[in-house]
C-alpha cells in the first residue's frame, strides 16, 4: 500500500510560509533560521522555492532523493528544489504547458547551482536511450564550457556567473529531450582588462595556463607564469577550493562532448593566449613635428607572437594602434593616437575579442544542442542570470545587471499576482485586493524610452559635440531630480545637496533591492563600445578563420558607415525579448538567499537575510497568498488526511470527496467563514484552522494508535493463548500415548519372559523324551548295522581279497609316476648342451625310462641350440664336427685343440701392409693364413715360413719377404700324416710326378696342426673333382725329401726333453721326433 505522506509530515518550523503564524518579518526570518539550522534549506511560499545557500555539500541530491520525488504531488514530501522541477517538468510533459524556471537572487545566493540541480533532475526523470542520453549529456556538459569563459571570482563568489543565461529545454511529446538554446545576456567584459581588489579575471586564463601542458602553452607562446600577464590580477590568482588545472581538463572534455572539432578547440584557446598578449602590448610616446605625440610599441615581442599566433601582419596592427581613420562622408581623414588612446584601443581589443568568442562558443554550442526533429517542441527555459549586486564601486555593468534583476522582480509580482488571481477565478472564489510595492516605477526611471537613464545615455553618446561622463550626469541631474528613485549630489532635489554620501561624480538608486551608488565614470564609453574601425580590419585581414568571423564588420567590402547600436540599447531590448519570452510560459520561481557574506556553512546572519527577504519582496509574497486563503488543497487528498476526524467519513467515505470534505469540516465545527469550497480545491482562510486540524489529526492518530496497538496486542496475546492451548493438548496427547507406551512395552515383556519359561520348560521335557526316542534308534541301527555288517563281511570275504592288491598295485605305480614326472618338471636343468645336470633317479624301476628321457631331452635343447646358429657358426662348427671325426681318439693334441676356435687368418693378411705383397700374389680368398716351422731335412731344424691356404692350393712363403715360396695346387697333395702324440708335426705328401713334387714332400710343424689338417681336409675334399685327401696318423711315417724317403719316427720322450717336441735327424732314413709325455 502506497503511504501517503505530506509536507506537513515531521515539519520543522513550517515548511510553507503561508503557515506561519504570527505572520511578521521575524517570525518569517526565525523560521528560516530554525530550518537553516535543521539543515533544511528550501521552504516554500505556495508553490515559491526559497533556497538558502547551505556553503557545503548536503546529502540531499542523491539518486535516492530524485526518486523519492518522482511523480510526487508538490506538497506530498518536505520542500525540496526536485519538488518544484518534478512538477515543471511533469506538468509540461502532461499538461503541454511550456513553462520557465526563474532563480532569482543576489550573486552567490546559488542560482546557478540552483539551475543545475533543475537541470540535472531533469536529465534523471526523463526518458532514457541512446539518443536520448547524448542530447542530455550535450545540455548538462554545455555548463561547464560557459562557466569557464564566463565565471570569475568575485568578493561574492568564487563562482559568480559574468553573464545572464537563459536555456531553452526543449521536450517532445513523451517528454523526451531533443534539444536546447541557449541566449546569453551582456558579458561583463571589462572584466577582461581590469579586475577589482580581490577579484580574478574569468577563470579560463587561470585554467588555460595552470592545466595545459607544457606543449600546448610553447604551441600558444604563453608561459605557466600568471605574474607575466598584465590582464590577470595576482592578489587572488589561485581560489582555495577551485582546482584550475582539474577544470581545465573537466572543460576540454565537455567541450569534446558538446561536439567542438580538436581545431576549434584549438583556435579557441589561441584567441585566448592572443588576448593574454595584447594585454602585454605596452606603448611609449614619440614626439611628432606638430608638437602632438604620438604612440608606438614599446617591445614588439609580445605584439609579434600575438600577430604569428593569429596569422597578422604585424605592420598593419601596429599601425592600427597608431592611426585612427574616420571615415566621414566619401573622405577617409588618418589622425594619430596618443598613449592613451592606444591603451584604449587595445583593451577595447580585447574586451570585443573576448566578449565575441563568447558569443561565438554560445552559438557553436546552440549549433550542437539544437533540436533535430523539427515536430512542435514543449519548452523548458531555465533563467540564470547575474545576481543582484552592489559593490563599493558600481559601474556601467552593475548598472545593467541591476535593471534586469529588477526587471526580472517586476515579472515575478506580474506573474505570481496573475496566477494568484487565476487560481481564485478558475475556483470560483472571490478575490480580494492586497498592497504590494511595485518595482514598475524603478524599471521605468531606468528603460522608459523618453527620459529613462538607459535612453539619456543613448542621447548623450550619440550627440555631437564633446561628450563626457559628466554631461551625462548633468543630463540626468535635470531630467530626473524629481524622480523619487533617483538621488544625485548635484540634482535640483534639494535634499541630497548636503549627503556627504553621494559624491559629485557619482548618482544613485534606490532599487527594490536597496540603495546602489553608481560611479558614472566610463559609462558614455561603454555604452558606446567602440572599436577602431582600424583595428576590426586588422583583425579581419587575420588568417585565423574563427577571428576573420569575429570581426565581419572589418570587411572593407561592407563598410557600414552608420553606427552600430549601443551596449545599453541591446541590453534593453535583449531583456525586453526575454521577458516576452517568460510570459508566455507557466512560471516557477526559485528565490535564493545567501545566509551570510562569508561564504560560510552554519553562519546564519540575520541583518543580510532580513535584507534579502525584504528586497525580493518575499513577505508580501506570502500576504498575496494569504489574501484570501492561507492554505488550499485539493479534496482527495484533504479527505485523505482529516479522514479520521469524523465518525461518518472514518474509515470510508463513500461519495464525492467535496461532500466528505464538507461533512468533515462540519462535524469537527470549523466556522463557516473559515474555509470556501472551491471547485476542486478547499480553501483554509487562517492556518490557524490548519494547524488545528493537524493538532487534532495528531491527537486521534494518537487514539489511533492506542487502538491499534490495543488490538494488535489483544490479537498477539489471543494467538498466543490459542498456540499455548494447541501446543498443551499435543504435549498432553505425546505423553499419554508415551506413559502408555512404556506401561505396554513393561506388561509386553513380563508376558514374554513367563512365555519363554513356560516354552522352555515344555521345550525341555519334548526334547528330553526326543533324546531318548533317538537314542533307542540309533542302538537299533548299530545292532542292525553289525548284525548286517557280519553278513556283507561273511559273504563278500572271498572275491574281495582276489583283486584287491592289483588294484592296489596298479593305483600306486600311477600315483609314484604322476609324483616322478611332476618333479621332473620343477627339476629341469638348464637349456645349455654343456649342462650335465639330470635329478637323481627316484626309483630303480624306472632307471630305463629316466636315460632315455634325459638322452631325448638332450637331444632336443641340441636341435634348439643348432637352430640359433648363423651359417658361419654353423660352418666353424661343421669344421670342428669334421676335426672330431678326424682327430677324435686319434691324436693326442686333440682333446686341447676343442676349446680353440678356429681363426683361420692368423696373420691379418689383409690389414698387415707387411703381407700386401704376398697378399697381392695370392689372387683367391684365403682360407687359412699362419707361421709354420719347415722342418730342414738335414738337420732337423725348424725354419719359419708363411703358411696360406686357399680353395685351390696352399702356398709356402717366406716370413721375413712374404717371398712364395711354394704354391702347390690341392690337387697335388695327396696326403696328409700326423703322428698320434700330442705334437704340432705333420707332413704335405705330394702326388708323384707333380710339378709340385720336385723339391718333395713337406715336413712342417705349426700349433693350429688340427684346424690347418682340418682345413686342408675340408677344402681338397670340397675343391676340384678330386678325391678325399688321406690324414695317415701313426707314429712312424715316410717322407719324400727329393729322391730320398725319410723316415719320421716318433717317440716319447723324457721331461728332460723340454715341453715341446724336438725333432733330430738320426741317419740318412731316419728322423727322431721326441714328443714330450703326456702329463
Ligand atoms: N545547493 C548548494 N549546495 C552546496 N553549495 C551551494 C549550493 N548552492 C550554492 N552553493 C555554493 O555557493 C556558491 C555560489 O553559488 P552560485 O554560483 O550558484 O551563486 P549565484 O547565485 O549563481 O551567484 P552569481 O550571481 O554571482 O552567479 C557555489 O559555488 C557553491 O559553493
Ligand atoms: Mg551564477
Redesign the pocket.
Known sequence: MEVKTSLLDNMIGVGDMVLLEPLNEDSFIENLRKRFDHNE?YTYIGSVVI?M??????PI?TPEKVEEYRNRNFYELSPHIYALADEAYRSLRDQDKDQCIL?T???????????K?VMSYVAAVCGKGQEVNKVKEQLLQSNPVLEAFG?AK?V???????FGKYMDIEFDFKGDPLGGVISNYLLEKSRVCKQPRGERNFHIFYQLLSGASGDTLTKLKLDRDFSKYNYLSLDSATVS?LDDAASFRTVRNAMQIVGFMEDEVQSVLELVAAVLKLGNIEFKPESRVNGFDESRVKDKNDLKEMCELLGIEQSVLERAFSYRTVEAKMEKVSTTLNVAQAYYARDALAKNLYSRLFSWLVTRINESIKAQAKTRHKVMGVL????F?IFEDNSFEQFIINYCNEKLQQIFIELTLREEQEEYVREGIEWTNIEYFNNAVICDLIENNQNGILAMLDEECLRPGTVTDDTFLDKLNTICAEHQHFESRLSKNSKFLTDHSLPHSCFRIQHYAGKVLYRVEGFVDKNNDLLYRDLSQAMYKATHSLMRQLFPEGNPAKVNLKRPPTAGFQFKASVGGLMRNLQTKNPNYIR?I?PNDK?ASHIFTDSLVCHQVRYLGLMENVRVRRAGYAFRQPYEPCLERYKMLCRQTWPHWRGPARDGVEVLLIDCSVPAEEFAYGRSKIFIRNPRTLFTLEERRRACLQDLATLIQKIYRGWKCRTHFILLKKSQVVVAAWYRRYAQQKKYEKIKRATLVMQSFTRGWKARKILRQLKYEKRCKEAVTTIAAYWHGTEVRREYRKFFRANAGKKIYCFIIQRIMQKYFLGLKTTMPSMSPIDNTWSAQPYSFLEGAHTELRRIFHFWRCKKHRGQFTEEKKAVYEEKLEASEIFKDKKALYPSSVSQPFKGDYLEIQKNPKYQKLNSAVEEKVLLADVVNKINRANGKGSPRLFLLTKSNFVLADQKTGQVKASVPLPDLTSVSVSTQSDGFFALKLKEGSASAAKGDFLLSSEHLIEIITKLHRTGTTAADKDQINIDISDEFLVQFKQDKVCVKFIQGGPKNGTSAACKRKNNRLLEVSVPSSP
Open positions: 534549506i533556497s545557500n547551505p556553503y557545503r555539500s548536503l541530491f532563480i537572487g543576489e550573486s552567490g545566493a546559488g542560482k546557478t547551482e540552483a539551475s540541480l565565471n568575485t561574492r563568489n568564487d563562482n559568480s556567473s559574468r577550493g540564470d542570470i547575474y545576481g549586486e535564493c545567501k561564504k
